[in-house]
């Protein structure tokens, strides 16, 4: 999970990954570009559609689902 740096209270906690497709191989050494487009926000979930290239190449894309929670590690 990440935690924000600037509010240790919450932490954000991957809930799940939906439709992922991948297209194109991805080999050590590549360099990756990720692309998140955030279509759902509230106070408690966040969905992203993200996508990454490799070069002008898409090779994968999945919706992530991401949930807040209280940071129980203080």
């Known amino acids: 999970h ?3 740096r600037r509010q240790r ?4 906690e991957t ?3 939906d439709k992922a497709k991948f297209r ?4 050590p ?11 759902r926000n509230s ?3 966040c969905v992203a559609e993200v996508k990454a290239y490799k070069g002008d190449k898409l090779c994968a ?3 992530q689902k991401y ?3 209280k940071n129980e590690m203080q």
């Open 9 to 12: 209270q919450m932490c954000i």
């Open 67 to 69: 949930v807040l929670a």
């Open 61 to 63: 894309q999945a919706i």
């Open 29 to 39: 050494g590549d360099t990756i570009r990720l692309e998140a487009n955030i279509t």
């Open 43 to 45: 106070s408690r979930m």
């Open 15 to 17: 809930a799940g990954i």
């Open 24 to 27: 194109e191989q991805v080999r």
């Open 2 to 4: 990440l935690c924000d």
